[in-house]
């Protein structure tokens, strides 16, 4: 009986866990197709991994010809596939209905001697060794280009495998390629299926998408789309919308250090979150509220040194022009910490910034005062992905509904006036920066760009982890 109700789709679900799913005609069809291959690119927090964890369960309660069938569950690194699918399958999987549970393999053995595994794509050897009857690329425009191909199909050939690869879209990488192929060659091994967010989330829950994701991001993300991200990279930029030389500086809020590290240039940017000239709040029809300024971010300074710079010599201009400032100091930046110049035989570069801005420094005969304990740091362990840091700059430049959130100041900032117009993506890629092109951008749109992907990530709390009832 237990195995019957697993197996039984109209049958009650054995936990809290399979709670009933909203019906939708083309995840209806993916849970139906007979191909061998299904590319599902859908919109964020619609239901694809949802109706993956499914199948997997159904076919770990399915019989086969195999005595050990194999089933895996793989997202881009170990830590996204144990966040994304384990503590979810243990939870669909009773324990009355497993032999063995390996919280060290992620691994989970049936009553049908069927086993599942969470994976981590980041070396994709790790699928390699053992042959599969069937898995989930979860996320799969992330992962390394030739994983499929030279490591997973080859590991499902011994069992003529299965396989799903699922995920929103990236640009138009490796994944586009694979759609592109499901889609319209003709191959009846493969299969596409694609949907809209809006076709499953709560309109306010898709609203508030709209107000916080720049339009070619919000089409990527919720609708699935391949966006072609070519030409500039922070495209919503205009100086006559996100310029303006009344951005103001008060010396009791919050000031913002941005840190990227480098020589030629030696930059950083300065910041504070404050009420944006001519930007206001809008109504559900998209019309200013004039009597509800909108608060961003203004970039009112920078430091520019173009030539033989160094760690001290960046610290020794910030200390110069904002060693005044009476309030909190919060420190941006790369996590990487950078490898040149004077790290190599003084310390790290953010033990440099640690000890500057909390002690001051020499400046000839004249000392400079830091900033003391009111100096906070907020680094990273890593670095977001690039994408995920421009995604963000450019949601933060501009929504769908016209919001801008993200003004400079060109007086006392022109050089990130110019990264926000100059830096373009790299010909022929997926939209990654070029960095090559003019080897003085990129590096201060980069470091403003690892405090917007801190502070203001596109996925937070209140639009990527929505509680949806029945998703």
Not at 340 to 348: I, L, P
Not at 385 to 395: L, T, Y
Not at 435 to 454: C, F, M, Q, V, W
């Amino acid at each position: 009986m237990l195995l019957q109700r697993w197996r039984g789709r109209r049958m009650a679900a054995p936990n809290a866990r399979l709670y009933p799913l909203r019906y939708h005609p083309v995840q209806a069809a993916y849970e139906r197709s007979t191909a061998k291959y299904n590319v599902v690119p859908a919109g964020r927090r619609s239901g694809k991994t949802e109706k993956a964890k499914r199948k997997v369960i159904k076919h770990l309660f399915t019989p086969t010809r195999w005595t050990d069938p194999r089933y895996f569950c793989a997202a881009p690194t170990r830590d996204q596939a144990r966040q994304i699918y384990w503590d979810d399958l243990k939870k669909m999987i009773p324990q009355r209905l497993r032999t063995e549970t390996s919280e060290t393999y992620m691994m989970i053995r049936t009553i049908m001697g069927s086993e599942v595994f969470v994976i981590g794509m980041d070396k994709p050897q790790r699928i390699e060794g053992r042959p599969w009857n069937g898995g989930i690329l979860d996320e799969y425009a992330d992962m390394k280009k030739g994983a499929w191909g030279e490591n997973v199909q080859p590991a499902l050939a011994d069992r003529d495998g299965w396989c799903d690869l699922i995920g929103v879209p990236e640009g138009r990488n490796h994944y586009y390629d694979t759609y592109q192929y499901a889609r319209d060659s003709g191959d009846p091994e493969w299969a596409a299926f694609t949907w809209l967010s809006s076709d499953i989330l709560p309109a306010k829950v898709i609203e508030r998408a709209k107000r916080s994701l720049d339009p070619l991001v919000y089409q990527q993300e919720y609708e699935a789309s391949f966006v072609n991200f070519l030409g500039r990279i922070y495209y919503p930029f205009l100086a006559a919308t996100h310029t303006s030389p009344k951005l103001t500086y008060d010396p009791r809020r919050p000031l913002i250090f941005c840190f990227d590290f480098n020589v030629e240039p030696g930059i950083a940017c300065v910041c504070q979150e404050q009420p944006l000239p001519g930007q206001y709040e809008r109504d559900q029809n998209g019309v200013q509220l004039l009597n509800r300024p909108l608060w961003g971010t203004g970039v009112i300074g920078e430091v520019w040194i173009p030539q033989n710079s160094n760690t001290p010599a960046v610290c020794r201009k910030l200390l110069t022009d904002w060693g005044k400032h009476e309030g909190a100091v919060l420190v941006y930046g790369d996590a990487a910490g950078g490898a040149r110049g004077t790290a190599q035989t003084e310390g790290s570069d953010w033990d440099l910034i640690k000890r500057y801005l909390q002690g001051g420094m020499r400046d000839g005969a004249e000392l400079l005062s830091g900033f003391s304990d009111r100096v906070h740091f907020n680094v990273p362990s890593a670095n977001p992905a690039v994408r995920a840091r421009v995604n963000a700059m450019n949601s933060r430049l501009q929504t769908v509904d016209g919001s801008i959130r993200l003004m400079v100041n060109p007086v006392t900032a022109p050089h990130v006036v110019r990264d926000l117009e100059g830096v373009t993506a790299l010909a022929g890629g997926a939209g990654e920066i070029d960095k090559k092109g003019n080897p003085e951008l990129t590096h201060i749109s980069d470091a403003l760009g690892y405090y917007i992907a801190r502070e203001f990530p596109i996925y937070n709390n209140e639009m990527g982890l929505a509680a949806l009832e029945g998703y």
